[in-house]
């Protein structure tokens, strides 16, 4: 029986053509977090065997127990869950206000606002490091919580505007317009109305923000040269040295970090998908 994705014209050569080039694709895709596992999971004498199997010989999780409890692993985790979290919380609820003013409203600058967002996200990254340290020192940031969330709320606010804008304007103004009438004020028309209406395109700016934050590493490595403060990805990238690295515990501290995002991904993908699709459309 044929799926429904195919017309009932398609050749069985067509069908098993499109099957394979998917199938390939999704090993291309796998293959690299396939190696990570099997890397995290051989001991150090056979780390660079080439057995090809999928569980390796003498398979251990030893390099998982001296990532978590040898390492200061939570002490990473700690910090990246601080800075994550107050960095996703505050910018969403910057870009709510600001998306819905945009969508909403209208005054003098309101294109020009909108025009700023975008061209922040031109500029690559990096370019910015050297006028953030100095501002960041100046405030006295440096090492310090703030320093990480500050940057994270100005790198993904602009993105956020623009989806959670775009979604807003595809919600009737008659919604809102009925609960004006009702004697609702304004506070109770965005929080009983809007926001959710709206939570698939807040699904995806969380999952963006939260991803954009927790993976971040260029300014983190930066503003947090206390061991203390290091969040996961510098942590992880200080386990290698100039003498090289113990790749297996590498391996495995990577897959454990990866984890709360492929969670938060897999919960949240039903609200990705149609956040991404449904924004596009106008009333």
Known sequence: MRSEKFNKND?????????????????????PLLDIVKIALRPASSLFSTDLSLIPRNATFKNFHTALWVRPYFTWLKNSLIVALSSTVLSIAIAVAAGYAFSRFRFRG?????????????????MMLLPTYILLKNFGLLNHYGGGIVPYIALTVPF??????????????????SAYLDGAN??????????????????????????ATWNEFVTANIVFTDTEL?????????????????????SAACLVTALPVIVLYIAMSKFFISGLTLGGVRE
């Not at 050749?11 to 796998?30: D, N, P, R």
């Not at 967002?117 to 500029?123: D, K, N, P, V």
């Open 230 to 250: 290091h969040t996961l990805p510098v942590g992880i990238f200080n386990m290698t040295g100039s003498l090289g690295a113990d790749w297996g515990i590498f």
């Open 110 to 126: 309101r294109n020009l606002g909108l025009l700023a967002f975008l061209l922040t996200q031109i500029f690559p990254a990096p």
């Open 11 to 31: 050749s069985l050569g067509k069908i098993i053509f499109i099957y394979a080039v998917l199938v390939t694709m999704a090993f291309i895709s796998l293959y």
């Open 160 to 177: 956020s505007v623009w989806v959670l804008k775009g979604y807003f304007d595809t919600i009737p103004r008659s919604f809102e317009e």
């Open 186 to 211: 304004f506070a109770q028309v965005l929080w009983g109305i809007m926001l959710p209406l709206s939570i698939p395109a807040l699904g995806v700016v969380l999952l963006n923000t939260f991803m």
